[in-house]
Structures are given as C-alpha cells and as structure tokens.
C-alpha cells in the first residue's frame, strides 16, 4: 500500500500503450477501476493522465479537489458503505459536491449497513447477497453506458 502514485501512473500507462496496440482492442474506450487502494489510485491517474476514460471507484479513497477533478472528461462511478472507518460519511459528501461543482457526471452511492470492502467476491453476487449485487449492478451498468454506447 505504498507504492507512489507516479509508479502507478507509469505502470497503467504501461498497459494502455500495449492495448493501443491490439488491432482487436478499442483504446478509446477506456475505464479505470479500482477497489480499495486501488480505487484512490483510479481516480488519481484519470485525473493526472487519462481524463478522457471513465472512473469506477469501490471504496478508495475519494479525491476532492475540484481543480483536478474537473479536468475528468467522462463520468465517475462509486461505491461506499455508510459504516466505512477510513472514509466518513462528511467526505463522501464532499466527494459527491466536488465533482458535481466540477461539473462531472457522476453515479455515486453510499450503501447502508456496510463498511469497507464489503463486496469480497463474486459468490456474494451470484447468490443474490444485498448490497453486493446491487452494487455489482451499478458497476456493470455504468460501464456499460459507459463503454458500449
């Protein structure tokens, strides 16, 4: 959990330069997602480098600076739960604020009765569990408006 944002920006522009490469592959479009770290990590790099690809962030830390948020071109999709420790309730608010003062699309949600990391794995999805699969179905929904239209 400690690996600089410069690092990670570099690795995933690592990969990319390889998809742009695939004939069978359309880099235009392009989201980024992350859970936990990872997702901190996700709104940070399409901030920093890929603001034209869509955001997913499951439970990472938020970004509310409306100066860097409003260099995203295309929506950001999170998920959080209410009983979260590392994140408050208050900052997940300011999240939301940021980006809509930043103008950019967002599908934001905050799941009650969950904390971090509640969406472990896809049993949890298939077997119907709540939030889970309702949180599995904002994803795959917004990267589909997202990345299929």
């Not at 999805?125 to 889970?132: C, D, L, T």
Request: proline share 3%; glycine share 8%; aromatic share 8%.
């Amino acid at each position: 959990l400690s690996t600089p944002q410069d690092r990670v920006n570099q690795d995933l522009d690592d990969v990319l330069a390889w998809v742009s490469k695939q004939s069978n592959l359309d880099a235009s479009k392009l989201a980024i997602m992350g859970f936990c770290y990872g997702g901190g990590k996700a709104i940070r790099y399409t901030t920093q480098r890929q603001p034209h690809a869509a955001t997913v962030v499951c439970y990472g830390s938020p970004l509310t600076d409306v100066e860097e948020l409003s260099k995203l071109q295309k929506p950001v999709c999170g998920v959080f739960g209410r009983n979260d420790a590392q994140f408050s309730t208050s900052l997940l608010t300011t999240f939301q604020e940021s980006l809509t003062e930043a103008n950019v699309e967002q599908d934001i949600k905050i799941y009650e009765g969950v904390g971090h990391a509640f969406w472990a794995d896809m049993d949890q999805v298939r077997s119907g569990a709540q939030p889970q699969a309702d949180a599995y179905s904002q994803v795959t929904g917004f990267l589909e408006r997202n990345l299929l239209s």
